[in-house]
């Protein structure tokens, strides 16, 4: 039987404020190397002959940062399934057995979701080998995390108290327990046969399906719905939005496994996190990039007196002394001061964010789009500027605005430009202006990077006051 690893690249990780927002979430950040989190995964999985090429879910907003990141590590997916909107892991696991069953089957699926940190890959690879025969004799099999210590933040599951027969290493689940106290966890750690619950599985997709259907109907004929009126756009496969839209939000664990009757824990001890909170973040790089103190620095810092801390400068030089147990991340737009003991607490300033109709929870100040990125650099009445690249081949949509004109100064590189019925090349220090009401393109024909300068003046400035009229991209 093939393996096909399922990669969940959907969220927003809002836990991870300032650095994970809704346009660039965690799962696409470099927080434990170089490489973004999805990247890892990915690569934990290429040195694994015997699987099949991965398939990944993503909501549509971060399609091309997921394609572009997938390219630079030359991993080519089996495909990129997109989300309409997000309904929890139930149903997008659901449209990927689908998509898998319509090539294999036979598929066995390997859910696994695209931003954690698994330390140890062998042991990692070793728990699924010890799984696959009871995911293959159909049994819905989950991975236990060996616990390290009473965590509150993470869900348990009591596993029965003997292996089962001809599946070394496999056990029964006997129940599972949503977060406990912190005395509750102790119990757990003590008794020795709770792991915590990893969210990681590995079961056929037509068993999946079996007993969604039986436990959750409603959520398996929408996905079925869905996907039977998927179609293909560019290098991604959209699922039919109204058949989605109605389908319920929930996760595997509610819908399925606490359900049924074939659920098998397989206990692991990999060196796993979930990365949820900056504090676990500090407890995955200490022991690589933690100080004499115990403080893990990135960026331009100075300490003095400081110790079991996480201090992040994303732009600016940030100097802090005299505190521990304290996280201080720096962006352009935004600095957390918070204790790590209250990490928890940084959803409730997303929630603040949102409620006061605030961008900080959405946007960096630089802003990703399939062409390159953009910008803020100044703004003010009736002005903002923006500093914009352009990638070697990308182009910007055929557009015009009804409130705002432009003027672009080439810095770097080639434009070449589009005003009306007029085409022409800009290099170095050339400019164009583009008046209210002109149609306008922007592309980057070189093999550099293009890099401009755009001043925007007008009476509204939105990114909405854009109209397309050919979008290589395919955005509406």
Partial sequence: ???????????????????????????????????????????????????????????????????????????????????????????????????????????????????????????????????????????????????????????????????????????????????????????????????????????????????????????????QKSFD??????????????????????????????????????PAEMGWSDVGSWSALWDVLKEAEGDSEQNVLRGDVYTDDVQNSMIRAENRFVAVIGVQDLVVVETKDAVLVVHKDQVQGVKKIVEDLKKNSRTEHMNHMQVYRPWGNYEGIDAGDRFQVKRITVKPGGKLSLQMHHHRAEHWVVVTGTALITRGDEEKLLTENESTYIPIGVKHRLENPGKMPLHLIEVQSGGYLGEDDIVRFDDIYKRS
């Fill in 1 to 223: 039987m093939n393996i096909y690893p399922v990669i969940l690249a959907g969220g927003s990780g809002t836990r991870l404020w300032p650095l994970s927002r809704e346009a660039l979430p965690k799962q696409l950040l470099p927080l434990c190397s170089d490489r973004s989190m999805l990247q890892e995964a990915l690569l934990r999985l290429s040195e694994w002959p015997e699987l099949m090429p991965p398939l990944l879910t993503c909501g549509n907003e971060h399609r091309f940062l997921v394609a572009e990141q997938m390219r630079a590590i030359g991993v080519l997916p089996l495909d990129i399934l997109l989300e309409p909107e997000s309904k929890n892991t139930a149903p997008t696991v659901a449209v990927a057995a689908h998509y898998l069953l319509k090539q294999d089957q036979d598929a066995v699926m390997l859910v696994l979701p695209a931003d954690h940190v698994i330390g140890d890959v062998e042991a990692f690879h070793a728990a699924v080998q010890r799984a696959m025969p009871a995911a293959e004799n159909g049994a819905l099999v989950t991975f236990g995390i060996v616990p390290s210590g009473p965590e509150t933040g993470y869900g348990y599951i009591r596993r029965g108290k003997t292996a089962m027969q001809g599946s070394e290493g496999c056990y029964a689940v006997e129940k599972f327990v949503e977060k406990p106290d912190r005395a509750t966890a102790e119990v757990f750690v003590a008794d020795k046969a709770y792991s915590w619950n990893s969210g990681m599985f590995l079961f056929k997709a037509a068993r999946y399906l079996e007993e969604l259907q039986e436990y959750r109907p409603a959520i398996a004929d929408s996905c």
């Fill in 229 to 266: 009126g998927a179609y293909h756009d560019l290098d991604f496969c959209r699922l039919n939005e109204a058949s989605y839209a109605v389908c319920p939000s929930e996760s595997i664990d509610y819908a399925v496994m606490e359900h049924t009757r074939h659920a098998v824990v397989v």
